[in-house]
């Protein structure tokens, strides 16, 4: 079959590569599903490796599928961008290496750049796209791969590279962009010293860093993150920095914020006791923006590197919930009272659900009344309201964590 319409052929090609994914022996079906879900190695554990169990899925019907897709998005894209999109005038593609924006790009003509840039986690994307490269005839040179930002790959770069590569593409973004306009970097790396080298390039690129924003991601792929619950994280954080028009300004530390692990102890338990418990990213995601904005990052990340240590030694991990908690239920920071005695009703209700021996009313005021002792004191009446904004009572006597759209049972 021929296709003559230009644009045609690419969305058919776009729809081919996307039957690629799933139409081939790196497919990993997922366990105990239809046999179609799951997706191919290349993306969840980042390497080529042939399932133990291939799956040949039916081609046509999967190719027709990621047609229908397609048209479903065109005509969305239609109906929001309609012809807006002119090559070259209202858009610009190039392959090129953002190493070397000024190739195509005139200095100081960027109105605003939204990065996201590989987070230094080996992940080999040239290597990785190999076959789909082969397929849609796409030419990959050694220059892309000599500029590629990554760490590890066939070229075997180390830290070091990935480290200059990526100061040498935000020096690039500093010099395209209009002076005083901003740019946002998408990141994640759970080893604080990779956030610190990140954001010194963009100091030194003149960059000045603003805030950050948390970007929760839903559904986790990766394999390697789901078996690491702990170690991997998933979610970015946003960055945002401004082109400062004069010299670079530092963050500057700010005075009296206290030494960097107090800081992330404080922010931890804040974020717990928010919370009613945090993950490793959530904890993460408080974090970093706080050690940033304090300019201490640097000095946590020389002294800890990373995170988990910390937390292993200022508070518990419970397997079952992916959650960390406060370690032996005394809450050191400054609360509002109301907010610790949320934190323990919850925090009472879970363990006793998990003991199978779920508590009554007079008992969590009782418990809680016991947990505040250092924290001031809340009467009844507003224990038994807690209790009703984060509990359920089935039977009417007993009482269970309420989940969000899980509708509670006793046993
Ligand atoms: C974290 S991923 C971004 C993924 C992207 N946001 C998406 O949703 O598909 C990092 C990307 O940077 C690309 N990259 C690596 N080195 C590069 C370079 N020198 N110039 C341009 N892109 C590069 C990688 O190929 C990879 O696609």
């Known amino acids: 079959m021929e296709c003559r319409d230009t644009r045609q052929r690419d969305l058919l090609r776009l729809a081919f590569s996307a039957t690629l994914v799933r139409i081939n022996r790196t497919f990993l079906s997922a366990k105990n599903r239809r046999e179609s879900r799951g997706g191919s190695a290349v993306f969840s554990i980042y390497r080529y490796k042939v399932a133990k169990r291939p799956v040949e899925l039916p081609l046509w019907t999967q190719f027709a599928t990621r047609v229908e897709r397609l048209l479903e998005a065109k005509r969305e894209t239609n109906e929001l961008i309609g012809d807006y999109y ?25 109105d605003y750049i939204y990065t996201d840039p590989p987070y230094g986690g080996h992940i080999a994307y040239l290597d990785l796209t190999t076959m789909w490269s082969a397929w849609l005839g796409l ?8 500029q590629e930002v990554i760490e590890g790959g066939e070229l075997r770069k180390t830290r070091g590279d990935y480290q200059a590569l990526l100061a040498q593409s935000l020096a690039q973004m500093h010099e ?19 956030w610190d080298a990140l954001v010194d390039a ?21 394999m390697h993150k789901k078996k ?9 954080l946003v960055l945002n920095f401004r082109n400062s028009p ?5 963050v500057k530390r ?3 914020q206290g030494e960097p692990v107090q800081i992330v102890r404080e922010t931890c338990e804040a974020e717990i006791i928010r919370s009613l418990g945090a993950t490793t990213e959530e904890l993460h995601h408080a974090v970093v923006p706080r050690l940033l904005g304090a300019g201490l990052l640097r000095a946590f990340s020389k002294e800890h590197g990373d995170l988990v240590g910390v937390l292993e030694s200022h508070f518990v991990f419970e397997p079952a919930s992916g959650k960390w908690h406060i370690a032996d239920g005394t809450v050191r920071g400054r609360f509002v009272t109301r907010d610790i005695a949320r934190y323990h009703v919850a925090r009472l209700l879970a363990l006793r659900r998990d003991e199978a021996r779920p508590v009554n009313e007079a008992e969590v005021c009782r418990q809680v009344h016991l947990a505040l002792r250092l924290n001031g004191s809340l009467d009844d009446k507003a224990i038994a309201q807690l ?24 046993f």
């Open 86 to 110: 002119r090559d070259d005038v209202t858009a610009l593609f190039r392959h090129a290496s953002a190493t070397r924006l000024l190739d195509f790009l005139k200095p100081r003509s960027v």
């Open 139 to 146: 030419d990959i040179t050694p220059d892309d791969r000599a």
């Open 176 to 194: 395209v962009l209009k002076p005083g306009a901003w740019m946002s970097i998408v990141f994640a790396h759970r080893d604080t010293t990779y």
């Open 202 to 222: 963009c100091a030194a690129a003149g960059f000045q860093y603003a805030n950050t924003v948390v970007q929760p991601v839903g559904v986790v792929w990766s």
């Open 228 to 236: 690491n619950p702990l170690r991997v994280l998933s979610g970015e």
């Open 246 to 250: 004069s010299t670079v300004v530092a």
């Open 254 to 256: 700010a005075p009296d």
């Open 387 to 410: 209790l009703r904004e984060v509990g359920v009572c089935p039977d009417g006597s007993h009482w269970l964590p309420r989940t969000e759209g899980v509708q509670a049972q006793l």
